[in-house]
């Protein structure tokens, strides 16, 4: 089954959206793997945010994204990479439509609440990064036959 990895960012975290984040996968009816509230160090922020090194950004990304602590999660279900992105909505929570997380709660773009992995590739290097192999939970819901 697909896994993704999702991020609340510090953002998320200070203004105390980890449950209500946590709360619109659970209800979509996907299955929560593994989770952690940790600090991420300057060479994982690097390491995650690699394909935008070169943007003039970068450098508050990474600087933004060790300020304070996240809480990373894997979650799992049918097309998950995909629908949890929608889920998200836009980059820029001022073109994120109303409904998804980041049109429901961001304001800036530098500040946009959630990360999703983008790619199936995306979402095995990102899980590899933040998590080990068995912090990932392999249990069972019995209410998945009818999600
Ligand atoms: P992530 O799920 O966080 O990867 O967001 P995304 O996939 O929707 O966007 P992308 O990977 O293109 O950009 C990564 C992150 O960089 C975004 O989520 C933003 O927080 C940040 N970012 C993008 N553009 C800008 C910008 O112009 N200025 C700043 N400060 N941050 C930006
Ligand atoms: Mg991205």
């Not at 793997?33 to 300057?42: E, I, Q, T």
């Not at 943007?55 to 300020?67: D, H, R």
């Not at 998200?88 to 709660?105: C, F, K, L, V």
Request: aromatic content about 10%; hydrophobic content about 40%.
């Amino acid at each position: 089954m697909e896994q993704t990895f999702i991020m609340v960012k510090p953002d998320g975290v200070q203004r105390n959206l980890i449950g209500e984040i946590v709360q619109r996968f659970e209800k979509k009816g996907y299955t929560l793997k593994a989770a952690k509230l940790m600090d991420v160090s300057n060479a994982l922020a690097e390491e995650h945010y690699g394909e935008h090194k070169d943007k003039p950004f970068f450098g508050e990304l990474v600087g933004f994204i060790t300020s304070a602590p996240v809480f990373a999660m894997v979650w799992e279900g049918e097309n998950v990479i995909k629908t949890a992105r929608s889920m998200m909505g836009s980059t820029n929570p001022a073109e994120a439509q109303p409904g998804t997380i980041r049109g429901d709660y961001g304001v800036e773009v530098a500040k946009n609440v959630i990360h999703g992995s983008d790619s199936p590739e995306s979402a095995e290097r990102e899980i590899g990064l933040f998590f080990n192999e068995s912090d990932i939970l392999s249990y069972k819901k019995d209410i998945n036959s009818w999600v």
